[in-house]
């Protein structure tokens, strides 16, 4: 991979971790305020407790997504980073774009 393409995939990995702590923060802040007080009836605390439910589960698979890309980003210069941990080929460009922490290439994803 050339500098130009490791830039490139520095500053696509530089925002998506950016934008996805954003969203992380944003849901913290989002659990703590739909605290269900004893006010609510039990339909509604159900409801509020569910929609917790489903924002921690966003909260853990933005984590777990945050965790790939910092790694990513840390071993851009890892001889190993853009190749296939399948078939050992190097991995297109454009797929790294969309997905900078790919470690299959599309082929062998197909397989
Ligand atoms: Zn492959």
């Known amino acids: 991979m050339n500098q130009k393409s490791k ?31 004893c006010s609510v009836g039990y339909d509604e ?21 945050l965790h790939s890309l910092k790694h990513a980003l840390k071993n851009i210069d890892n ?11 190097e991995i297109s460009f454009e797929r790294l774009k969309i997905s900078p922490d790919s470690k299959i290439c599309v082929e062998c994803l197909d397989d």
């Open 79 to 89: 001889k190993k980073f853009g190749i296939c941990n399948i078939c050992d080929e």
């Open 7 to 37: 830039d490139e995939l520095i500053s696509i990995l530089t925002k998506e971790i950016e934008s996805i702590q954003d969203n992380i923060d944003l849901l913290c802040l989002n659990i703590e305020i739909i605290e269900p007080s």
């Open 45 to 65: 605390r159900f409801e509020l407790l569910e929609s917790q439910a489903v924002t921690s589960k966003n909260i853990e698979i933005l984590t777990v997504r």
